[in-house]
């Protein structure tokens, strides 16, 4: 029997000043090992295992909480892993990202990769936080706990706002001009280097967090504006000639899946025919988006049916990045003058959906959207599509 937890003075000793030490326990076969967390408060400062009367208790139970997570995915993965668990080494994994010196270079860049495992992400999200970190590398700027200032993290989104887009060889050839990640990718990267510079001020390495001045001053980034593809453009991905079995062919048939479903990207990829039900001809589905768990309802159409059914019931694996490099070349061979990329696929089919005269809240539930906010912003386009034909009855006066 294995089993974690959090344990007040468990010698029953009380230090002259009164507090006593709030540690982490592990049974294991029956034997009590303990790992000190540096945090001693007063008995009344200790109540229904939590620290309370003080200024700084949310803080400290944070921190208590967090060494707690660390070691119980720590003990997993000895477990699924097969391997004995060693306390000793336990207790050096636990204290070791927090005992080197404070002003090491590249003291941050270190720190900040050795808390992703412990944040209790799905891989995904890890992903976005490697990402994330890889970046605060190359801007070169924050690298010691004394280089988290204010002004660095305004240097810091000045440095985002100049990342270019990918270009394709071809796009490079053609002159296609420079583009920079947009205000919704630049807010994605400081939310996460935010997430961990809180995890650090917890954990007592900085003083304050500078992010907490700049609230307000980071925006969501153009979420009004949305890139689809319309009837003939997809029509014209469809007819591409292209040599089956290629990495083009598999990320067309993608597309198509998505582009007659909704799904997400992640939710394609974790697709099974044997998760739906099957009632005649129909082919329906209602599972938690894995991204934010909430509900989606699909119901297969025949050409998402036909790329399920091609691949044995089950979608290819692929890495997000080579799916959308693969997008941009089909695009390109369709003469697409979009950046189609798989989000481009779940508007396409959004906006089809209320081109057909689908309710927006029905559509809200098959795009498994937490709320009807986030799917208005397709009814806006439909909208403008109404002022365009406006334009062209204007044009014709």
Same mark, same amino acid.
């Given at each position: 029997?294995?089993?974690?937890?959090?344990?007040?003075?468990?010698?029953?000793?009380?230090?002259?000043?009164?507090?006593?030490?709030?540690?982490?326990?592990? =049974?294991?076969?029956?034997?009590?090992?303990?790992?000190?967390?540096?945090?001693?408060?007063? #008995?009344?400062?200790? #109540?229904?295992?939590?620290?309370?009367?003080?200024?700084?208790? *949310?803080?400290?139970?944070?921190?208590?909480?967090?060494?707690?997570?660390?070691? *119980?995915?720590?003990?997993?993965? +000895?477990?699924?892993?097969?391997?004995?668990?060693?306390?000793?080494?336990?207790?050096?994994?636990?204290?070791?990202?927090?005992?080197?010196?404070?002003?090491?270079?590249?003291?941050?860049?270190?720190?900040? +990769?050795?808390?992703?495992?412990?944040?209790?992400?799905? %891989?995904?999200?890890?992903?976005?936080?490697? !990402?994330?970190?890889?970046?605060?590398?190359? &801007?070169?700027?924050?690298?010691?706990?004394?280089?988290?200032?204010?002004?660095?993290?305004?240097?810091?989104?000045?440095?985002?706002?100049?990342?270019?887009? %990918?270009?394709?060889?071809?796009?490079? #050839?053609?002159?296609? $001009?420079?583009?920079?990640? /947009?205000?919704?990718?630049?807010?994605?990267?400081?939310? *996460?280097?935010?997430?961990?510079?809180?995890?650090?001020?917890?954990?007592?390495?900085?003083?304050?967090? $500078?992010?907490?001045?700049?609230?307000?001053?980071?925006?969501?980034?153009?979420?009004?504006?949305?890139?689809?593809?319309?009837?003939?453009? =997809?029509?014209?991905?469809?007819?591409?000639?292209?040599?089956? /079995?290629?990495?083009?062919?598999?990320?067309? *048939?993608? &597309?198509?899946?998505?582009?007659?479903?909704?799904?997400?990207?992640?939710?394609?990829?974790?697709? +099974?025919?044997?998760? !739906?039900?099957?009632?005649?001809?129909?082919?329906?589905?209602?599972?938690?988006?894995?991204?934010?768990?909430?509900?989606?309802?699909?119901? =297969?159409?025949? $050409?998402?049916?036909?790329?399920?059914?091609?691949?044995?019931?089950?979608?290819?694996?692929?890495?997000?990045?080579?799916?959308?490099?693969?997008? %941009?070349?089909?695009?390109?061979?369709?003469?697409?003058?979009?950046?189609?990329?798989?989000?481009?696929?779940?508007?396409? &089919?959004?906006?089809?959906?209320?081109?057909?005269?689908?309710?927006?809240?029905?559509?809200?539930?098959?795009?498994?959207?937490?709320?009807?906010?986030?799917?208005?912003?397709?009814? #806006?386009?439909?909208?403008?599509?109404?002022?365009?034909?406006?334009?062209?009855?204007?044009?014709?006066?």
């Amino acid at each position: 029997m294995i089993k974690t937890g959090i344990t007040y003075n468990h010698r029953r000793r009380f230090a002259k000043d009164g507090t006593a030490s709030i540690e982490i326990s592990i =049974l294991i076969n029956r034997k009590y090992y303990y790992i000190n967390t540096g945090v001693r408060v007063r #008995k009344n400062e200790w #109540k229904f295992n939590r620290i309370v009367n003080r200024a700084d208790a *949310d803080s400290l139970n944070d921190r208590v909480a967090i060494m707690l997570e660390r070691v *119980d995915a720590i003990v997993n993965k +000895s477990l699924e892993n097969g391997t004995e668990i060693d306390v000793a080494d336990i207790r050096r994994k636990v204290w070791a990202p927090d005992a080197r010196r404070r002003n090491d270079v590249d003291d941050v860049i270190v720190w900040m +990769s050795e808390q992703v495992p412990f944040l209790g992400v799905k %891989h995904g999200t890890a992903k976005h936080y490697e !990402c994330s970190i890889r970046r605060l590398l190359e &801007f070169g700027h924050i690298r010691k706990w004394s280089d988290v200032t204010l002004e660095n993290l305004h240097r810091w989104d000045a440095y985002l706002h100049g990342i270019e887009t %990918h270009r394709t060889d071809a796009e490079i #050839k053609a002159g296609k $001009p420079v583009e920079y990640i /947009g205000q919704g990718t630049v807010r994605n990267y400081h939310k *996460d280097t935010n997430a961990l510079l809180g995890r650090a001020l917890k954990f007592g390495l900085i003083d304050r967090n $500078p992010y907490d001045r700049m609230k307000g001053e980071i925006k969501r980034g153009d979420t009004e504006t949305v890139e689809y593809l319309t009837r003939e453009e =997809l029509k014209r991905i469809e007819l591409l000639e292209l040599t089956k /079995g290629t990495m083009l062919d598999v990320a067309r *048939d993608l &597309f198509i899946f998505q582009a007659y479903t909704g799904m997400g990207f992640s939710d394609m990829q974790a697709f +099974s025919l044997d998760d !739906c039900k099957q009632d005649g001809d129909r082919w329906m589905l209602a599972k938690k988006r894995v991204k934010t768990g909430v509900v989606y309802y699909v119901q =297969l159409l025949q $050409p998402a049916l036909v790329v399920a059914q091609k691949y044995g019931g089950k979608i290819p694996h692929i890495a997000v990045q080579v799916y959308n490099r693969h997008l %941009h070349a089909l695009a390109e061979m369709a003469k697409i003058q979009k950046r189609v990329t798989s989000h481009v696929a779940r508007h396409t &089919f959004a906006t089809w959906a209320l081109h057909q005269k689908v309710p927006i809240e029905r559509v809200s539930k098959m795009l498994g959207h937490a709320n009807i906010r986030q799917t208005q912003r397709y009814a #806006k386009v439909l909208a403008q599509d109404v002022y365009n034909e406006f334009d062209k009855l204007n044009e014709s006066l």
